[in-house]
């Protein structure tokens, strides 16, 4: 059974930052690719961003240029710096892995983002 578990969420005030940390129960290289997704109140879950196991990342046209993901092998943990918090990011933040069979989410972490 994977583990995928979220820390780093909280209350910013817009502007701000954040980092999410996304900590795997087994070795990160065994998913094709891991990311973050979110989902606000009354909307559906989006992507935000994602890294596959080649280096490979992709951002939601909202999260470019604010956002950065990043993965260190060594700690099996995957990290999403956001930077120029808006309160439209306001979320809970899931970290989300795939490998050939399987997709597996964390429990999420509650962002928020207002003065």
């Known amino acids: 059974q994977v583990q995928l578990v979220e820390s780093g969420g909280g209350l910013v005030q817009p502007g701000g930052s954040l980092r999410l940390s996304c900590a795997a129960s087994?070795?990160?290289?065994?998913?094709?690719?891991m990311g973050w997704y979110r989902q606000a109140p009354g909307k559906p879950r989006e992507l935000v961003a994602r890294v596959s196991s080649g280096g490979t990342t992709n951002y939601a046209d909202s999260a470019k240029g604010r956002f950065t993901i990043a993965r260190d092998n060594a700690k099996n943990t995957v990290y999403l710096q956001m930077n120029s918090l808006k309160p439209e990011d306001t979320a809970v933040y899931y970290c989300h892995a795939r490998d050939d069979f399987y997709d597996y989410w964390g429990q999420g972490t509650q962002v928020t983002v207002s003065s």
């Open positions: 087994r070795s990160i290289f065994s998913f094709d690719s």
